[in-house]
């Protein structure tokens, strides 16, 4: 029996971030990758930082990341308590909200803990 709860479990999911600006996309067909090599969060249950890398990369369709607003919408993770399989989803969801691209990804490649190395990919559009 675990001794986590529903708070721990859905923590961070509704925090306020800031958001994501977009712009205009010029062409057609063409993927962009966003390599963010500092991302930090805060475990919910343990109060500890989680350190990794972030991947997005994205295919646009009308609009673009500003990546101004997209660095300090990553930033505001940075005291926020959220598993980082959470992160992940969040990060994919917002950004999907945020532009609309055709597919887009969202992989999170995090430090060890404890011995363990974890990768979390997240995809849209989503397979169910």
Known sequence: M????????????DAELPSIETFPNQFPDYEITITV????????????PDFGTLVLRYVPKDLC???????????AYRN???????AV???LEDIVEACQPVK????????PRGGMKSVVDAHFPRSS
């Open 2 to 13: 675990s001794d986590y709860t529903e708070k721990e479990a859905k923590a961070g999911l």
């Open 89 to 91: 989803n969040r990060i």
């Open 104 to 111: 887009a990804s969202v992989t999170g490649e995090f430090s």
């Open 65 to 75: 990341l500003e990546l101004k607003s997209l660095k300090m919408y990553i930033l």
């Open 37 to 48: 090599p500092e991302f930090t969060s805060v475990c919910p249950k343990t109060g500890l």
């Open 80 to 86: 926020l308590g959220i598993f980082y399989e959470n």
